[in-house]
């Protein structure tokens, strides 16, 4: 297989998405699959690959009925001489997703691919073929890696709106072309239902696509599922998913606002009539498996966890954290003693591992929350925060503690190129962490970049906490809350990192693809 460069992907996906893009939607797409016993299985909700390494990577799709998955690969969209994968049987116990891994593949090359749905009971009877695309990790350094990150979809009662194209966002991301995309949470909001219109301040109307699993809150599996499949109704995000492999992560909207282990709901919260949120974590976990292709999550997987590192070649290795599984109970994170903190003491002690072992470049560290921002719990009444930060501008205190020894341990093994990527708080901005700043101030400065949202309202910048010594260097936010992605404020950020130089650039883009903010980092260096 010969070297396909970078910039000639989307050349050729003019026809290999051709097939995909042309799908329609049966009436009904949002509901449970129809059991026809005539015709053949069909893959409207389109295709997506994740955790993509350098020789391997998960291909997903739903089918609208018990159905074999199969998956053909090519060097070439003719496909002649394709590889064939026999993947899993599709039924009701998965809602009829089902994801199968490639292996053995080529590192940088362009990989296209088709998923075939045949009946379980006449493999010669398939459907409609949908294909899609995807570029190997190099193991090359001269070829660089470009990769985005937002998160945030559907949120605030913002859904598809059919008058402005749906979610936009997604094909000016396509257009930049990135090795993968990186979501750094709240891939749905569960706990916002979505109704067929809300009222905008100029006295417009913002209207929805609506479907029945979003009409309330989520709490059975069933409607968990619907969530998922509800942004899956977005053609924007189905040509995407079919050209850029994904890495997810998952916050607090995949099961309901600012939650936490143990949480019990209050009485005040009517829309609940189940109050665990365990329960709910449960279900929402098991659909999330279901809806994205992740490599610990799979059926069969040993690690059955959201946390991960993708080495993705010499030049990055993405650590994938999971601040929300193994946190404490949301409080006012004024402990002087706190081991178990956001991560966990297990998951604390695997990314030390990790990242000591890591031997590329740079090491992202892609956290579902902020560090030095503030982001307060309101859900109780109590003043408890949701984040790492708490206020305190002072000493390390409750979840900081954590973060604390993991700086302090970066530091003292001499652990280079990390730098910090996440969303949740809805705004975009960059903030500088230097310890001449600090209360604390046994680490090493470091970059933490904020994007996002997709397609959710726009917040006001939160405040910082002076603890690690952020400085705020660039934002871009709204003055009032809860801005319709009309409104704008709706944002991606970008990663390229050069093949010569090492360099890293971080920009961080409005919803069309505009710069707003550029910072480019030099390999093997402290205190940039």
Request: some cysteine.
């Amino acid at each position: 297989m010969s070297h396909s460069p970078f910039p000639g992907r989307r050349s050729v996906l003019r026809g290999s998405l051709a097939a995909s893009a042309a799908l329609t939607l049966p009436a009904g797409l949002g509901a449970a699959p129809a059991f026809a016993l005539s015709g053949r299985p069909q893959a409207g909700w389109g295709v997506q690959t994740g955790d993509v390494t350098a020789d391997s990577g998960l291909v997903w799709v739903r089918s609208d009925r018990p159905a074999r998955m199969i998956v053909e690969t090519s060097a070439t969209e003719s496909f002649r001489n394709p590889r064939r994968w026999h993947g899993p049987l599709l039924g009701a116990d998965t809602d009829f997703t089902g994801t199968t891994r490639l292996y053995g593949l080529h590192s940088g090359e362009q990989i296209h691919y088709r998923v075939l749905l045949a009946d379980p009971d006449d493999p010669r009877r398939t459907g409609e073929p949908v294909t899609g695309t995807f570029r190997t990790a190099s193991r090359h350094r001269r070829d660089g890696v470009r990769f985005l990150w937002s998160g945030d979809l559907a949120g605030q009662g913002w859904g598809i709106n059919p008058d402005l194209g749906g979610y936009r966002i997604y094909d000016a991301m396509a257009e930049r072309d990135p090795d993968f995309f990186l979501c750094s949470g709240d891939n749905i909001y569960a706990d916002g239902p979505i109704a067929a219109t809300q009222a905008l301040p100029d006295g417009s109307t913002w209207r929805n696509v609506t479907t029945e699993e979003k009409a309330k809150v989520a709490e059975t599996l069933a409607e968990y599922r619907g969530n998922f499949r509800y942004n899956l109704l977005d053609e924007n995000l189905k040509r995407f998913n079919a050209q850029v492999p994904s890495v997810i992560q998952w916050d607090d909207h995949e099961v309901r606002n600012n939650w936490y282990p143990g949480e019990v709901i209050t009485s005040a919260d009517t829309r609940y009539t189940e109050k665990s949120i365990d329960v709910l974590a449960a279900r929402a976990r098991r659909a999330f498996s279901e809806y994205f292709p992740i490599s610990t999550l799979r059926p069969g997987a040993k690690e059955g966890r959201v946390y991960r590192v993708l080495r993705q070649g010499p030049l990055l290795d993405v650590f994938v954290l999971d601040m929300r599984t193994c946190r404490n109970a949301n409080s006012p994170g004024d402990q002087t003693v706190d081991p178990q903190g956001i991560l966990g003491r297990e998951q604390l002690e695997w990314l030390k591992r990790e990242l000591s072992r890591s031997r590329a470049v740079w090491k992202v560290i892609a956290a579902d929350m902020p560090l030095g921002l503030v982001v307060p719990d309101p859900m109780e009444g109590k003043p408890n925060f949701e984040a790492v930060a708490q206020g305190d501008p002072g000493a390390p205190l409750g979840r900081e503690l954590q973060i604390a020894e993991l700086l302090r341990f970066i530091k003292h093994q001499r652990i280079t190129g990390t730098l910090w990527l996440t969303a949740d708080v809805h705004h975009t901005s960059a903030q500088h962490y230097q310890p001449a700043r600090a209360a604390f101030t046994d680490f090493e400065p470091f970059w933490e970049f904020v994007s996002g949202p997709l397609n959710a309202g726009a917040f006001p910048a939160n405040a910082l906490d002076n603890t690690f010594g952020p400085e705020r260097v660039f934002v871009k936010a709204p003055t009032a809350s809860n801005v319709s992605p009309a409104g704008g404020y709706q944002f991606f950020g970008e990663v390229d990192i050069d093949g010569d130089s090492g360099e890293l650039t971080v920009r961080l883009r409005e919803q069309d693809g505009t710069v707003l903010f550029t910072q480019t980092l030099q390999p093997g260096r402290v205190g940039q």
